[in-house]
């Protein structure tokens, strides 16, 4: 049986996207949970034949971390997920101003930035995850409370539930579906990551990176640089761009681009649609 690694413990948002990844191909897998990004990543190809990570969410971005991850390490995009994301705040307190210590997860902290801002009496407290939240909450002996999945508690368990407290309703996360071995682009493969890899530093390097995909009417739906962690002003660029590698226009795009820079192609995969 095939295994997936991904961020545990169950019940996380990447354990809700490695579900609808699972449910949604022939094969069986086996799920394994890993506490942080770098243990997930590090055991595919090793203990599991693939992983499931966050790399974009819809308000705060790309994931530094899993980029520099993407660069360094020898993987392969295969796949990709967009989870809607809802927090609530569960509370065993009956009133906000009567909460003393707050639980949250370091990505779902800057998700729910104008909510935390509110609870002015709250201590708040990082976690490495939103599980972590949850049972920290509960073990507490005053008066708490953490933000967590809207999937993970039932309201009557709780004295003070506030729902949705997500700075935007209608808040994504976007997964990856990662692999050590590449596979060939499938027929409807519509969309292509890879980094451009700062080794071969000119004027004009990023102008003539763009001009290559504009010029054959590619689109680009996002570029993120990353610092080459060598000197100031150097860095790596990851692309997202509508197309699939194996296309013509695109393959020449990016044998031009290859001609002045090193490419990492990571892979071509069907672009995910939203879920509500």
Same mark, same amino acid.
Do not use: W
């Given at each position: ?6 961020? #545990? ?5 990447? !354990? ?22 770098? #243990?997930? &990543? ?23 971390? %899993?980029? !520099? ?7 392969? $995009?295969?796949? *990709? ?48 995850? +939103?599980?972590?939240? &949850?049972? /920290? ?27 949705? %407290?997500? !700075? ?11 692999? =050590? ?22 004027? #004009?390097?990023?102008?003539? $990176? ?6 054959? +009417?590619?689109? &680009?739906?996002?570029?993120?640089? /990353? ?12 692309? !997202? ?7 013509? $226009? $695109?393959?020449?795009?990016?044998? *031009? ?6 490419? =990492?192609? &990571?892979?071509?995969?069907? =672009? ?5």
């Amino acid at each position: 049986m095939k295994k997936i690694a991904t961020l #545990g413990p169950p019940g996380t948002f990447s !354990d809700m996207a490695t579900g609808i990844y699972t449910a949604a191909q022939s094969d069986t897998f086996q799920v394994e949970y890993f506490p942080t990004i770098v #243990g997930t &990543l590090s055991e595919v190809g090793k203990s599991c034949d693939i992983g499931i990570i966050p790399i974009e969410n819809f308000s705060e971005g790309f994931i530094a971390l %899993v980029l !520099d991850e993407l660069i360094s390490a020898d993987l392969n $995009v295969i796949d *990709e997920i967009i989870l809607p994301i809802k927090f609530s705040m569960i509370s065993n307190a009956h009133s906000l101003s009567d909460i003393q210590q707050l639980y949250v997860q370091f990505v779902a902290r800057g998700q729910c930035c104008e909510f935390l801002e509110s609870l002015h009496n709250a201590k708040i407290i990082t976690t490495d995850s +939103n599980i972590e939240s &949850l049972n /920290r909450f509960k073990d507490s002996d005053i008066p708490s409370a953490a933000i967590v999945p809207s999937t993970s508690y039932r309201k009557s368990d709780f004295p003070l539930v506030c729902e949705e %407290v997500n !700075d935007y309703k209608n808040n994504q996360t976007r997964f990856l579906v990662i692999s =050590k071995v590449s596979q060939p682009a499938t027929v409807d493969a519509d969309k292509t990551s890879l980094i451009v890899l700062d080794d071969n530093d000119h004027p #004009g390097y990023l102008g003539e $990176v763009l001009l290559s995909f504009s010029k054959r +009417n590619i689109n &680009l739906t996002s570029i993120i640089s /990353r610092p080459t962690r060598k000197t100031f002003g150097k860095y790596h660029f990851f692309i !997202d761009f509508d197309g699939n590698a194996e296309d013509p $226009v $695109v393959a020449d795009a990016l044998k *031009e681009i290859g001609k002045t820079n090193n490419v =990492k192609l &990571l892979g071509s995969y069907k =672009k995910a649609k939203s879920l509500n």
